[in-house]
């Protein structure tokens, strides 16, 4: 196993920016009926194999221009509770359907997302019992039965010990056995870290490679290389790895600052070969450019952005930039 003294300080930063202000107290979300059909599974588009994976918070509003240039949605996010309980009480219907208009409409993927940058607290207790596993697993297929989703994406920050990685290891690998069979995937978020016993996360179907929020310019295109071989190292097949970009910039001294993709455009119109402005570090244009044809040429399975609202809407948008390389629309 691994040595959890290895972890690096960096991961006292990762996801500044995964939640933005305070959120309502947990409550008990009334049980959704449980169906017996499985949910209608979309097909990535024929045009777009490579995916385009954009994580949507539920403190955003939903922009219905991006169902044109996503493969993939993943409404963030639902917290778990130590009894197995799922708290939503931070996703609301209306949104859910704004999603199934986009899944029928654009052939868009849509997924719950279950954790999160402290959404997490109750993993530990919640995995080490397979009781509560069990009714964990139970209550999540009902949930997405009813949503008729295509998956569930986890991100537990962090376990702590080599018994917690065991245990979560244990409810992906139950978690996937019963999703696979209704036709749905199971990803999962993770940081790319040696310490991080990353070959027994095999049992998914997607890594959703966090390469941000690292060093003081905390996503280089170098940085992104590294990462996503260290992946590979461990024996995960590129297909299952997709590389995760931010559309935000963070300042490279602390205290750290945290602007958003369009802040930065409206307030430096910094050139699009540009990653640094007012000693904020971004990921500009180009570099989105020749991280997304990396992972292309490398044959990853796609890309994952943090987070869509970060984004501008005109010709400087980096999800557009995206999906046209994915496409074929614009050549690397």
Same mark, same amino acid.
């Given at each position: 196993?691994?040595?959890?003294? $290895?972890?690096?300080?960096?991961? #006292?930063?990762?996801?500044?920016?995964?939640?933005? &202000?305070?959120?309502?107290?947990? #409550? !008990?979300?009334?049980?959704?009926?449980?169906?017996?059909?499985?949910?209608?599974?979309?097909?990535?588009?024929?045009?777009?194999?490579?995916?385009?994976?954009?994580?949507?918070?539920?403190?955003?509003?939903?922009?219905? #221009?991006?169902?044109?240039? $996503?493969?993939?949605?993943?409404?963030?996010? /639902?917290?778990?509770?130590?009894?197995?309980?799922?708290?939503? !009480?931070?996703?609301?219907?209306?949104?859910?359907?704004?999603?199934?208009?986009?899944?029928?409409?654009?052939?868009?993927?849509?997924? $719950?997302?279950?954790?999160?940058?402290?959404?997490?607290?109750?993993?530990?207790?919640?995995?080490?019992?397979?009781? /509560?596993?069990?009714?964990?697993?139970?209550?999540?297929?009902?949930?997405?039965?009813?949503?008729?989703?295509?998956?569930?994406?986890?991100?537990?920050?962090?376990?702590?010990?080599?018994?917690? =990685?065991?245990?979560?290891?244990?409810?992906? +690998?139950?978690?996937?056995?019963?999703? !696979?069979?209704?036709?749905?995937?199971?990803?999962?978020?993770?940081?790319?870290?040696?310490? =991080?016993?990353?070959?027994?996360?095999?049992?998914?179907?997607?890594?959703?490679?966090?390469?941000?929020?690292?060093?003081?310019?905390?996503? /280089?295109?170098?940085?992104?290389?590294?990462?996503?071989? $260290?992946?590979?190292?461990? &024996?995960?097949?590129?297909?299952?790895?997709?590389?995760?970009?931010?559309?935000?910039?963070?300042?490279?001294?602390?205290?750290?600052?945290?602007?958003?993709?369009?802040?930065?455009? &409206?307030?430096?119109?910094?050139?699009?070969?540009?990653?640094?402005?007012?000693?904020?570090?971004?990921?500009?244009?180009? +570099?989105?450019?020749?991280? +997304?044809?990396?992972?292309?040429?490398?044959?990853?399975?796609?890309?994952?952005?943090?987070?869509?609202?970060?984004?501008?809407?005109?010709?400087?948008?980096?999800?557009?930039?995206?999906?046209?390389?994915?496409?074929?629309?614009?050549?690397?």
């Amino acid at each position: 196993m691994f040595d959890m003294k $290895l972890i690096p300080i960096f991961l #006292t930063l990762v996801f500044l920016t995964s939640c933005g &202000g305070s959120t309502p107290p947990p #409550t !008990s979300p009334k049980p959704a009926p449980v169906s017996t059909v499985s949910p209608t599974p979309t097909e990535p588009p024929k045009s777009a194999p490579f995916a385009v994976i954009g994580y949507f918070p539920d403190y955003r509003e939903l922009n219905p #221009t991006w169902e044109q240039n $996503l493969t993939d949605i993943l409404y963030f996010s /639902t917290e778990p509770r130590a009894d197995g309980t799922l708290d939503t !009480s931070r996703l609301n219907e209306e949104t859910w359907a704004q999603l199934q208009k986009m899944k029928t409409e654009h052939a868009t993927r849509v997924h $719950l997302s279950i954790g999160g940058w402290e959404r997490g607290n109750d993993f530990a207790e919640l995995t080490a019992n397979p009781n /509560t596993r069990r009714a964990f697993i139970e209550n999540l297929l009902r949930y997405l039965l009813a949503h008729n989703l295509d998956g569930a994406d986890f991100d537990w920050e962090f376990p702590q010990s080599d018994t917690e =990685f065991e245990n979560y290891i244990s409810m992906l +690998t139950e978690i996937q056995a019963v999703l !696979s069979a209704r036709g749905m995937s199971v990803s999962v978020a993770l940081p790319a870290d040696p310490s =991080f016993p990353l070959a027994e996360f095999a049992v998914v179907d997607r890594f959703h490679i966090m390469s941000y929020d690292r060093a003081a310019k905390h996503a /280089t295109y170098e940085q992104a290389v590294d990462d996503v071989q $260290l992946f590979l190292d461990a &024996g995960i097949p590129a297909e299952k790895l997709i590389l995760g970009v931010p559309f935000y910039g963070r300042n490279v001294q602390p205290p750290y600052r945290v602007l958003s993709y369009a802040e930065i455009m &409206g307030q430096y119109q910094p050139a699009s070969s540009m990653d640094e402005v007012d000693g904020i570090y971004f990921n500009g244009l180009e +570099t989105i450019h020749h991280k +997304t044809c990396y992972a292309m040429g490398e044959g990853l399975g796609g890309v994952m952005i943090w987070e869509l609202a970060h984004d501008t809407t005109d010709a400087n948008s980096l999800l557009q930039r995206m999906y046209a390389l994915a496409t074929g629309k614009i050549q690397c």
